[in-house]
């Protein structure tokens, strides 16, 4: 019962009225039945003094655990098992930079987060017991500072482009090992299944040649052995988003769909937020989408003139700096970084920088720095909050272009029926492609100047009046250079929405939505369509063809078919990785903390040689190729029928796909998953289609919006709008989504209401 209690004090209070400092004028908090949170005022400042109020009342602990990510202060809290990631964080000083770069804000970027600052800390203070995740953990909640709301945002650095850094060493890695000529055939910059915008195709590189690389030279003892599972496809954190201009659509007017593909959690990552400002001759700005708790901006939606989406952008914002022997002092810079740890001794780690760029890494007795644009001050401000007051899609696309946030393809549309695509995020001059992608750099003085505006790449009001992007390459030629290559998605999503937009004339609302609910696997078909004549000519394997014959041809959670097609292909490509490499990496590939992993592109390779069948390519051990796909579906029988304990029909696609959408301390302390987590359900969906699903990670929204039309909008999360379980708003909304039913964008009927007063 006391815990009950205690569990009650720290509630937000959602009726009533509280103070806020600094308030400047009347300012009304409303939610309705989905929590969406309502903030009227007179002005900026004060409605982001609002929101850091609900906030910190429904999301506080989230914040801190964002803030201290970033900064490397986990440890704090959790103690001594938080200290690997911590130090890992801490080398990159990301406290004492945004500090520095706080200080260099213009001072109405500077009011806007000391505003938010302040609700946040109001917010906090108003909860008569602090959250209740700090009562587990037996710790205080500490006072909220300008300067993390900047953390949260290299926060979103990190989840959005750490693991194309990481996979970008392991490129320049190989290539070091592999040559350029076999580098790039494994790692081929594109092929089929890439949908630019501009139309550009890239050509595939030939096969390697026996002199190049011949498995008929080698033995198969030589090589690790398959694992018992295959692994699962890699997790892309990204996006879809598409548009329709106005002379495509049923109303004239443009619409914008957008998902964003993160991992997800209790409670969801976003916040459903809508503005309404009120002007000095009585007209009323109203924004509504999604704003991220530490953040006093909306991320995504639309202000009635345009509406604006996102995507993950995967250029090349970062250098790995191949460091000498012998380090030249004049050039480095040392820094000790205290880190405190709960019930222990604080640590200290010294940190070293070349030219500003920690050196961050060593393998083999080899040092190296990192060079990242989320490392330079004068990448973050706040230039995204001019969003809410842009006029059209010209304009939101300037507003983007000079936003500091992690760099985006952003889709606008407006209600002139214009629609237009560039990169969100301050972007550098990139080294020529063939000095710059998949290279370690020399210590030289850094040269990366920012790109000016004028030679951004931008696409507005396309002569086929549609846009599309979903992590893959853009654009070729100057474009293309602008902006890099950071590790592309395979490109099957963007040409699956493209071909969606482009099967029908004219769209409304109803029709792109759909679209977020496509679970045609094209990809999948191509293996099946590979795989069938094959099985069909073996007696030994009638019971999987059964099953490529029922299937559908779709990721649909009731399909074996696809879950089988879809292990085959993971087996086959990891085989085929193995024995390409293991020749230049060695035992490293049998060591999983080592072992370089395939990017998303060696599809095309894997299916080039799969096509030839050329005989120095065979893995050593199978008398063909033929033999060699036959054991892959050996291989996936035995995992999915579990060594044939179990009849093969049982194992679906949603068996494998079931949701698991955790809090936080669920993970922490397991007994509480029942009273915390969302239900689980079979899912359909995947990676390589428009509806990405896996158990915990997919879509973290889903918004489709015909700017002037958000009545009619839809808005769908995950998760639910609060963080505390005994909020009416305690996983809200989560049951649509997870059922496919839309849920509106603009807020409904006010259940609660509080009124702020200024604080005397």
Not at 55 to 64: L, P, T, V, Y
Not at 348 to 360: K, N, R, S, W, Y
Not at 368 to 397: F, K, Q, T, V
């Amino acid at each position: 019962m006391s815990a009950w209690l205690a569990l009650r004090a720290s509630l937000p209070q959602l009726d009533g009225s509280i103070t806020l400092p600094g308030l400047n004028a009347p300012l009304s908090l409303e939610r309705d039945a989905l929590g969406t949170a309502v903030l009227r005022g007179e002005n900026r400042p004060d409605l982001a003094r609002g929101l850091g109020f609900l906030h910190a009342q429904e999301r506080f602990f989230e914040m801190d655990l964002t803030r201290r990510s970033a900064a490397g202060e986990l440890s704090a809290l959790f103690g001594s098992k938080a200290l690997p990631r911590d130090k890992e964080r801490r080398s990159h000083r990301m406290r004492a930079r945004l500090s520095e770069r706080f200080a260099q804000l213009p001072a109405a970027d500077q009011a806007l987060l000391q505003a938010y600052t302040d609700g946040v800390n109001a917010g906090l203070a108003a909860l008569s017991l602090r959250p209740w995740q700090y009562l587990l953990l037996q710790a205080q909640p500490e006072a909220w500072r300008a300067v993390d709301s900047m953390l949260v945002v290299s926060e979103m650095f990190w989840m959005l482009q750490g693991a194309s850094i990481d996979a970008g060493f392991e490129r320049a890695a190989l290539r070091e090992r592999a040559g350029d000529a076999m580098f790039d055939w494994l790692n081929p910059r594109g092929g089929p299944w890439d949908a630019a915008l501009d139309g550009s195709e890239l050509p595939l590189p030939a096969l390697p040649t026996p002199a190049q690389l011949d498995l008929r030279k080698t033995q198969a003892s030589h090589w690790p052995a398959p694992p018992a599972m295959a692994r699962d496809e890699d997790r892309m954190i990204g996006s879809n988003n598409w548009a329709v201009a106005g002379s495509r659509s049923s109303n004239g007017r443009a619409i914008l769909a957008d998902d964003m593909h993160l991992d997800l959690g209790v409670p969801s990552i976003w916040y459903r937020t809508q503005f309404e400002i009120k002007g000095q001759e009585g007209q009323v700005l109203r924004a509504a989408g999604l704003s991220l708790p530490g953040m006093p901006s909306l991320v995504v939606g639309s202000n009635g003139h345009v509406a604006w989406g996102f995507t993950n952008a995967y250029g090349q914002w970062f250098d790995w700096i191949k460091m000498p022997a012998e380090l030249p002092a004049a050039r480095l810079r040392g820094f000790a970084e205290t880190i405190a740890v709960k019930g222990a001794a604080a640590q200290t780690l010294e940190v070293q920088e070349f030219d500003g760029a920690p050196i961050v890494r060593e393998r083999d007795g080899q040092r190296y720095a990192l060079r990242w644009i989320a490392h330079r001050g004068d990448a973050y401000n706040l230039r995204l909050d001019d969003m809410l007051r842009a006029s059209d899609a010209p304009s939101a696309l300037q507003v983007a272009q000079q936003s500091g946030i992690p760099h985006q393809n952003i889709l606008v549309a407006d209600a002139k029926g214009q629609i237009g695509w560039t990169l969100a995020g301050r972007l550098w001059e990139q080294a020529n492609m063939d000095a710059g992608y998949a290279r370690f750099q020399p210590p030289t003085p850094a040269t990366h100047r920012w790109l000016s505006l004028p030679d951004y790449p931008k696409i507005l009001n396309p002569a086929n009046g549609q846009l599309w992007t979903a992590n893959n390459r853009q654009l070729a030629g100057a474009g293309g250079q602008a902006i890099g290559d950071g590790g592309f998605a395979l490109g099957a999503r963007a040409q699956q929405i493209r071909d969606r937009l482009s099967e029908r004339a004219s769209h409304d609302q109803s029709s792109l939505g759909a679209i977020h609910f496509d679970a045609e696997a094209r990809l999948i078909k191509t293996w099946a369509t590979r795989l069938r004549p094959l099985l069909a000519s073996s007696p030994a394997h009638a019971q999987a063809a059964a099953q490529l014959a029922q299937w559908n041809g779709r990721a649909d959670a009731d399909q074996v078919g696809y879950r089988l097609i879809r292990t085959v292909r993971l087996r086959t490509l990891d085989t085929l990785w193995t024995a390409w490499t293991t020749p230049f990496l060695g035992t490293m590939q049998a060591d999983n903390k080592r072992s370089f992993k395939a990017g998303a592109q060696f599809e095309y390779s894997a299916v080039q040689a799969l096509n030839e069948h050329p005989a120095h390519l065979l893995p050593p051990g199978f008398a063909s190729w033929d033999a060699m796909l036959l054991a892959q579906v050996d291989a996936a029988l035995k995992e999915l029928t579990s060594d044939g304990k179990r009849p093969l029909a049982q194992a679906t696609w949603g068996e494998h796909n079931a949701s698991r959408i955790q809090h936080v301390m669920s993970k922490a302390i397991p007994a509480l998953s029942i009273l915390l987590d969302m239900p689980s359900s079979p899912q359909s969906g995947d990676s390589h289609l428009p509806r990405v699903a896996h158990p915990a990670f997919g879509q973290s929204q889903r918004l489709v919006v015909s700017p002037g039309h958000e009545d009619e909008a839809s808005l769908s999360m995950p998760g639910g709008q609060s963080g505390h379980p005994l909020s009416p708003f305690y996983g809200a909304g989560h049951a649509d989504w997870s059922a496919a039913r839309p849920a509106p964008l603009l807020a409904g009927p006010t259940t609660h209401q509080l009124q702020a007063l200024a604080r005397k």
